[in-house]
């Protein structure tokens, strides 16, 4: 009867909409995947079709200086990713990821709304003698910055959900399904880019030369085309049940340490339930580990009162519990490795347009391309790359190294910390030039155009995007696997954060910039009129880069990866005898190693 079971319905406790066991031959797998990933498509199409241009519209419509309008873009990008925090949170706790997203986008398309009416209705457009000469008043700021940050909300429950959901619909009991789970996560980014692209080309033009409120009505349609394609797949989607407050257990859990803080820790003595499931809806046992032994203090058996069924959770934790914790814990150094590389991801919508648009942009006698658009070319990198990724160096790696993901997931983030490094050297490299040509041609005016055609900007673009396959793809993957199964939606926005945090420092190293090279009333680095300024900024983020590196290789030494009872860490390589010594924590006494 249980084998009749396991091959009828999914074994990771997945439901159906209507609450029942998830039928693997009707629900999940890449069946589901196609209405998720084309709503992340069209989501992400009119995230960045609104904010790749943003920083100009502040500039034109709004009437505010170049370090404003950066400092603004960055503010209110770095908010989009913490707002995932609150989505998460509720996703995991009590809504469940299909009604957090569902949720969430209503706010989104208000947020979108107001901004296209903040950027055509009379009354909401400021007053502009000429472009870049603005008035704007109170009423006016205040619209545009409620509809951005109504948006910054609405795509709260989107971000850390989305890529969860999807993998959701894979059965990591099953074998193929578990190996189709990491492409996923490389599609997944692939539709990404795909939004991404019709953005920076087509929306930028129309914002640029038709207009802002078409340019911002756009997306608000392509929003509502989104909620249309989410739901349509509604029937075929498996779904997690949410497991209660994951905040409400990491508490537990030091509350119930501190209380026990003078007890000794034997491995054999810590309380488990004897059940298969570990007590926590949605979440499989996780293995003890040796890190962090302190907290393990909360799952010792100390008194008969403890050894009841009705012992506080409060004062008695399972290792299950407790190795939540421990997740979570060592996933954050690996977390905060990803804030500098964030940071320079971030110049795309800020330095790198500034740049561009000191640069020749004629494309013939009658078209400029604008500099926004110039990120089309880091998104035609990421499409580029994913396909070769996925489909040919992994399988070469893998001949190699034995492993199913070819390299590990912290092997491949690594790689993406490098190479970021070379799109900063890139761009600075390009300033040197720039600056040269200043210098030869006196292009000291502020309107002065720089005879450097603008497509010398292409490579640095073309390096982040190879950079983001690497690291932001390996992020995704690498926070799901390695999250509590009931905190994945958290995990997944825990590592959004560092986006957040990526912008929040690139604008502190503006400001702090701005304000030791403008000291005695010199121009500074980044005035106004770029022309008699210069972008040495861009070797600092590559100095940053090379330390976050160096630092990174540390963490990346330390790091153990998290084992369930059922199966071994993702990169585990089958049938090795390596893999024990590889991966001590995680293998040993280990039944089985599958290949994943």
């Known amino acids: 009867m249980g084998e009749v079971a396991a091959e009828l319905y999914t074994q990771d406790d997945t439901v159906d909409i209507k609450g029942n066991p998830a039928l693997k031959e009707n629900t999940g797998n890449w069946r589901a995947c196609p209405y998720i990933l084309a709503n992340e498509c069209c989501e992400r199409l009119a995230y960045y079709g609104m904010s790749t241009n943003l920083v100009n519209f502040m500039k034109d419509r709004m009437g505010m200086a170049n370090a404003v309008a950066a400092n603004n873009v960055t503010n209110w990008s770095g908010t989009c990713y913490i707002t995932p925090l609150i989505g998460a949170f509720l996703a995991d706790a009590y809504l469940g990821r299909f009604w957090t997203i569902a949720s969430f986008m209503v706010i989104y398309i208000i947020g979108l709304a107001l901004l296209t009416m903040a950027a055509s209705v009379p009354g909401l457009v400021p007053f502009c003698a000429s472009k870049g000469v603005c008035d704007p008043t109170a009423g006016q700021s205040a619209a545009m910055f409620v509809a951005l940050y109504l948006i910054a909300l609405g795509t709260g429950g989107i971000k850390p959900c989305v890529s969860s959901f999807g993998a959701d619909q894979f059965d990591e009991h099953d074998d193929k399904e578990r190996k189709s789970k990491s492409s996923f996560f490389n599609w997944f980014y692939f539709s990404i880019n795909i939004g991404a692209l019709v953005a920076s080309s087509v929306l930028v033009y129309v914002q640029t030369h038709v207009g802002w409120g078409w340019g911002f009505g756009i997306p ?77 203090k909360a799952a010792v058996v100390d008194t008969s009162a403890d050894r009841t069924s009705s012992s506080s959770p ?55 391309i604008p500099a926004a658009s110039l990120s089309i070319f880091d998104t035609l990198s990421v499409i580029a790359w994913v396909p070769f990724y996925d489909r040919i160096l992994v399988p070469a790696v893998r001949s190699v190294t034995g492993r199913p993901r070819g390299f590990t997931q912290l092997q491949r983030m690594g790689i993406g910390l490098v190479v970021s490094m070379f799109a900063m050297l890139a761009a600075g490299v390009l300033e040197l030039v720039r600056l040269r040509s200043i210098a030869t041609h006196r292009l000291y005016g502020k309107d002065d155009i720089v005879p450097i055609s603008i497509f010398w900007q292409v490579p640095q673009y073309f390096i982040i995007g190879a950079a983001e396959v690497f690291t932001f793809v390996g992020q995704l993957e690498f926070f799901y696997d390695q999250a509590p199964d009931a905190m994945r939606s958290m995990c997944s926005a825990l590592s959004l954060t560092t986006v957040a945090l990526g912008n929040y420092l690139s604008t502190l190293l503006v400001t702090v910039v701005a304000k030791i090279t403008t000291r005695g009333g010199k121009e500074g680095w980044i005035p106004d009129n770029l022309n008699v300024g210069h972008l040495d900024y ?47 924590h995680a293998i040993k006494g280990s039944s089985a190693v599958h290949d994943e």
């Open 314 to 368: 409060w004062r008695l934790c399972t290792v299950t519990q407790v190795e939540e914790l421990k997740s979570v814990v060592r996933l954050l150094p690996i977390w905060a490795s990803g804030i500098v590389f964030a940071t320079v991801y971030g110049q795309m919508s800020t330095m790198f347009v500034l740049q561009g648009n000191t640069l020749d942009a004629s494309m013939g006698p009658h078209f400029a």
């Open 220 to 296: 608000a349609v392509v929003m509502a085309i989104a909620v249309g394609s989410f739901f349509v797949g509604t029937p075929l989607y498996r779904h997690q049940r949410p497991g209660g407050s994951p905040l409400t257990r990491i508490a537990q859990v030091l509350v119930a340490a501190t209380r026990k803080w003078h007890l000794p820790v034997s491995g054999d003595a810590l309380y488990e339930t004897v059940d298969k499931e570990s007590g926590i809806e949605g979440s499989r046992k996780l293995e003890h580990t040796e890190q962090f032994r302190f907290l393990d």
């Open 538 to 584: 861009f070797w600092l983020l590559a100095g940053l880069s090379l330390a976050n590196f160096a630092i990174y290789l540390l963490i990346a030494s330390w790091y153990t990866y998290k084992k369930t009872t059922e199966y071994p860490p993702p990169d585990a390589v089958k049938g090795s005898a390596a893999s024990e010594d590889q991966y001590p």
